[in-house]
């Protein structure tokens, strides 16, 4: 995953409905006001390139999760990524985002109590994050695009049983998609404050020299039952699929995923990541 060491690294807090209740994070953005009540939260960053400390080291891998050395919870957060094009004007302000490329994406994230940013609960080392090595064109990020047909569903293997993970969810039943979140995730990058569990991005890109190109995780959907309660062991294999509704249903992947046959498919985006202990 060299190739993203140069893109920054952001996320979207609260985007589907319900997940923060899930995660146990809701009470962390109690005091955070939004002007649409069932909208993202805020952003956050996982990565910055060349910043020192825990947000400059490079979290990506496409196929291994490693625990912390640490003893804590710590869940698969199955998303989709867009990989984008940024723009700036001259005072550092975000101009424009443009999707270029979008796959499938694990936002693992450790389940602690008392973190004072969300960042803290996501970058804890190398093979932290998750994305998929096959990502998808977009032609355009709009209503009538590929992205229309497209869901995520996401397992988990463990001692050779496969269960659901998360729950298989179109891409479009993001609450902000489109130019909504475009133009959100602008004006949230460009005015977001050090406040409560979010963090000055803007102040973030201009640090990092305010760096072209970004990977940002439009939002964890909703958890299973199973997913909902129970957390990563060394030994599981995470698996999050982006697949095209118009040629795959949900028991075709099933299937292909019981028989490891995600990768290399046209119209899906997979990424399987084995969980090993540091």
Request: proline share 6%.
């Amino acid at each position: 995953m060299n190739d993203y060491k140069n893109f920054i690294g952001l996320g979207v807090a609260g985007n589907f409905a319900l997940h923060l209740e899930q995660a146990g994070e809701s009470v962390d953005f109690k005091d955070i006001v939004t002007e649409d009540p069932n909208g993202p939260k805020g952003m956050f960053p996982f990565y910055i390139p060349n910043r020192k400390g825990q947000l400059g080291v490079h979290p990506i891998s496409h196929d291994t999760i490693l625990l912390p050395p640490q003893e804590c919870n710590v869940q698969p957060e199955p998303e989709v990524a867009i990989i984008c094009d940024f723009t700036y004007d001259e005072r550092g302000n975000v101009t424009e985002i443009i999707p270029k490329f979008f796959g499938a994406y694990n936002d693992c994230s450790l389940r602690i109590e008392g973190a004072s940013k969300i960042s803290h609960k996501k970058n804890w080392g190398v093979a932290s994050k998750g994305l998929s090595p096959t990502l998808i064109p977009i032609d355009r990020f709009e209503k009538g695009g590929v992205m229309d047909s497209y869901r995520i569903a996401s397992f988990l293997r463990r001692e050779e049983m496969l269960m659901r993970y998360g729950e298989d969810v179109e891409l479009t039943g993001y609450s902000f998609f489109y130019r909504k979140l475009i133009d959100w995730m602008k004006n949230q990058i460009n005015s977001q404050v050090d406040f409560g569990p979010l963090e000055p991005i803007q102040s973030y890109l201009k640090e990092a020299n305010n760096p072209p190109q970004a990977i940002i995780s439009i939002g964890a959907t909703r958890y299973t039952h199973f997913g909902e309660t129970n957390f990563l062991q060394g030994g599981d294999e995470v698996i999050v699929v982006v697949y095209d509704n118009n040629t795959y249903c949900m028991n075709s992947i099933l299937s292909k995923a019981n028989k490891g046959e995600l990768m290399d498919q046209v119209g899906i985006s997979a990424l399987i990541q084995k969980v090993q202990r540091a």
